[in-house]
């Protein structure tokens, strides 16, 4: 499976961003679908998850606002981010929950104070 995430970039706190992922697996339908996010240094951490039926999933450091999206037709998953911080500042990655490799390559995001 590929993955491949964009949308990324630099935005000032309280900005917004909308990430988008395409991934080419075959029953993208059917799979939970998540966006993580890593700082160097650290784990990559799980940020929010959407079911195949688009029920969302968003972790407490999130909630509120993240929204995640998903056109299963297009095989994609988008993440819009609000009220962004400085410590949302990260590179950002969808996959599988629970994940599968390879990883894309990720989009980055600096939000600036």
């Known amino acids: 499976v590929q993955l491949v995430e964009s949308g990324g970039g630099l935005v000032q706190e309280g900005g917004s961003l909308r990430l988008s992922c395409i991934s080419s697996a075959e029953f993208f339908s059917s799979d939970t679908m998540g966006w993580y996010r890593q700082v160097p240094g650290n784990q990559r951490e799980l940020v929010a998850s959407i079911l195949f039926n688009g029920v969302t999933i968003p972790e407490e450091s999130v909630k509120g606002r993240f929204t995640l999206s998903r056109d299963n037709a297009k095989k994609m998953v988008y993440l819009q981010m609000n009220s962004l911080k400085p410590e949302d500042t990260a590179v950002y990655y969808c996959?599988?929950?629970?994940?599968?490799?390879?990883w894309g390559q990720g989009t980055q995001v600096t939000v600036s104070s």
């Open positions: 996959n599988r929950v629970p994940p599968h490799d390879p």
